[in-house]
């Protein structure tokens, strides 16, 4: 059956279609997933600015927000 449907081209045909239709909802997850993260780093950069020793954690080489936020708790 699909040895039929792939001397046709069915199958080929069907491609464009299904990647139109899944594609733009896969971003759309992604998206969706993105923003919750955003403003959770906004907030846990907001809480280390208030630490007293972020300057220092944060200007340790390869440390950024993540690694002083993991270190100062």
């Not at 630490?51 to 080489?61: A, G, Q, R, W």
Request: charge should be positive; glycine fraction near 6%.
């Amino acid at each position: 059956m699909v040895c039929a449907a792939g001397k046709n081209n069915e199958l080929l045909k069907a491609a464009p279609e299904a990647i139109a239709l899944i594609v733009p909802s896969l971003a759309g997850s992604l998206a969706a997933a993105l923003d919750p993260r955003k403003l959770l780093a906004a907030r846990i950069e907001g809480l280390l600015d208030t630490h007293p020793i972020s300057k220092v954690l944060t200007s340790m080489p390869e440390a950024g927000v993540w690694s002083g936020a993991r270190i100062a708790s």
